[in-house]
């Protein structure tokens, strides 16, 4: 069972009980209520025969008190039977049996008291007066007075008692009692709805997000770690799905590092392998080269490359790591931007030539220095120098120029190719996409990740890089880096 359905059947339970629990308390105290009410009205009907009966003693009438509970007896089905007993004699009205509720009073006669006056006058003085009032009875004689007081005979009580049907009685009471144990239930009925849709709510608002971190554990688990959970809280719940969010950013984040260094050794080592690529193709068509300074222009070019390929291997690391885009203080140096430019143009000169391809160099008079880290700014015009090459036709032209001034330098790697249309344009330093990779129905080889390497080396630096292009006529890509070093652990 699942546990929204557990938490929902709970939570019901216990407001149905709650609810219940209200409903019966209401139904007994109101029970008991009627009860005595009930209770009441039979004392107030038994007082009332208590009187009849004491007036029927006074007048000596006991046919008056039968006649009455005759009377009662047909107004009121309730009252089984009445029984009077008088000197030894019973008269019953009704039956009487077990199982009745009796009611029993007790009446004595009432009798006058007689007092006798006697007043003895000491002259000539008015007569000895005798007034009642409610206070009492008082005397006033002139001389002396003697009062005796003559007591009534005893005579015999009368019992009068009453038996009450319980069964008519408790029908009674539950015809009271049904109108309120119906809106009774109806209320309870309205609330326990209500609280079962609202412990419905309650289980869904709890295990909504542990359903959601369920179905996107399932998804991290057949290989999506671009999925996140909403966060609905700051409860454990909450803080449970922020963590579970941040467990698969730092997932995410790893297999791209571990992706970037995959691709970026491949592109990389791509570029000088080309290079090497060239001159053995050349060595291969032409022969080796004759001369002696050939020869080792040659060789030591070729060594370039592979030391070029075994730098790559060692800084993928660095490349990509939480530092890249600093780099590290140690390793800057004064990099002169001329000899950069001549070895890069001297890698890619076996390319150059077999397409036919003119590289220029468009250089100030003085030489341009940067005080940077030697290896980002190879990466960047290698990659920029190896995307003219790929996007210019045999027989065009890849010129390369730098711009020295007091705070940056700038330069620039232009070419004739195919250029770049305009919608491309935002999206052009993007991991692996690619502008224009077909030319009149050849496929352009590459990864789509050269500039994206270029714009991450840039920003390393502090600089800026933008392009201008005009489909057909080719592309200019211009880098502008600041003289002042780039503080470490800085964004560009």
Request: net charge positive; hydrophobic share 45%; charged share 20%.
């Amino acid at each position: 069972m699942r546990i929204r359905t557990k938490l929902s059947l709970l939570t019901a339970a216990l407001i149905a009980a709650v609810v219940l629990a209200l409903a019966g308390t209401v139904t007994v105290v109101q029970r008991r209520a009627l009860q005595d009410d009930c209770r009441r009205r039979l004392e107030t009907l038994m007082e009332g025969v208590e009187r009849i009966a004491q007036e029927s003693m006074d007048r000596r009438d006991r046919l008056m008190l039968v006649s009455y509970l005759m009377v009662l007896q047909k107004e009121h089905p309730e009252l089984a039977a009445a029984s009077v007993t008088s000197r030894g004699h019973t008269s019953v009205i009704g039956a009487e049996r077990p199982g009745l509720l009796y009611l029993a009073r007790t009446v004595s006669p009432r009798r006058p008291v007689t007092y006798t006056v006697t007043a003895y006058p000491a002259g000539p003085g008015p007569a000895a007066t005798v007034a009642v009032s409610a206070a009492g009875l008082s005397l006033t004689a002139a001389g002396d007075a003697t009062v005796a007081v003559a007591e009534p005979a005893a005579s015999e009580s009368l019992a009068v008692r009453l038996g009450f049907d319980n069964g008519i009685l408790d029908a009674e009471l539950a015809r009271a009692l049904r109108p309120l144990l119906r809106r009774t239930l109806q209320v309870a009925g309205v609330f326990l709805v209500l609280g079962m849709l609202g412990a419905a709510s309650l289980a869904k608002l709890l295990t909504g997000p542990l359903t959601a971190l369920s179905a996107a554990v399932v998804s991290v688990g057949k290989g999506d770690l671009g999925v996140s959970v909403p966060v609905s809280g700051r409860d454990e719940v909450g803080l449970l799905a922020a963590r579970f969010n941040q467990m698969t950013a730092g997932l995410k984040e790893l297999m791209d590092f571990r992706e970037d260094i995959l691709h970026t050794l491949t592109h990389e080592l791509n570029t000088p392998l080309g290079g090497l690529k060239g001159y053995l193709e050349l060595w291969q068509e032409k022969g080796i080269p004759a001369g002696k300074a050939e020869q080792g222009e040659v060789i030591e070019t070729m060594l370039a490359a592979v030391l070029r390929m075994e730098n790559s291997l060692g800084s993928a690391l660095r490349l990509f790591g939480p530092d890249a885009a600093a780099g590290s203080p140690a390793a800057r140096r004064v990099v002169g931007l001329h000899d950069l430019f001549n070895e890069v143009t001297t890698l890619f000169a076996p390319l150059a030539r077999s397409k036919r391809i003119a590289v220029v160099l468009d250089t100030p008079q003085g030489m341009a220095y940067l005080y940077a880290e030697e290896e980002p700014l190879r990466r960047i015009v290698t990659n920029l120098v190896s995307n003219a090459l790929k996007y210019t036709s045999s027989g065009g032209a890849v010129r390369l120029g730098i711009e020295d001034s007091a705070e940056r330098v700038a330069f620039w790697v232009s070419d004739t190719g195919c250029g770049i249309p305009a919608g491309d344009l935002p999206d052009l330093f993007t991991k692996f996409y690619r502008a224009g990779s077909r030319r009149a129905g050849e496929r352009i080889p590459g990864s789509g990740l050269g500039l994206a390497i270029a714009k991450k080396a840039v920003d390393g630096l502090g600089g800026s890089i933008a392009v201008t292009s005009t489909p057909g006529q080719g592309s200019t890509f211009r880098v502008t880096i600041p003289k002042t070093p780039h503080p470490v652990g800085g964004a560009a």
